[in-house]
């Protein structure tokens, strides 16, 4: 078991990483629809259409923006341990997390304004199955693009 953790473990420390992500931004979601004034269960975002489309949907920009910025301290910090030794490396770092979050976090805001307000497809249902395609790809982007290290290769 130790030397399947050690030979898998940054993916392990990504996936678990990118369930607590994925928590944060549901959470969030949550406050916000409240905060907004949206009473609604979990079962009604499953199986019901959206009642206000545009607070959804602007509930679920700021969920993902704040789930963004918890995933870049904690993949740095955890998945990945980057320790970047000039200001402009960390730069460089941040500035590539961000932007490739940027990509998908554009992408999951379409992927759910589309499946919510244009096909009526239930909120939660539509989050859910766009978070599976959006974990996949920050994987790739980090390891491809944000974390690489010299060598080419990420931790």
Known sequence: M???????????LYLIAGGLTTLVNYLLLFLFLRLFGQEISIRQMLTEESKNELLFNLSNTLAVVGAVIFAYV???LIVFRSKTKSSRAFWRELIAFFA??????????AACAFLVSILNLPEFSSKLGVTVVVILLNYILSVKIVFKKKDGKSE
């Open 74 to 76: 904690v993949n740095k």
């Open 100 to 109: 490739s979050r940027g990509i998908t976090t554009l992408f999951e805001i």
């Open 2 to 12: 130790k030397e399947f953790f050690q030979k898998h473990k940054t993916i392990l």
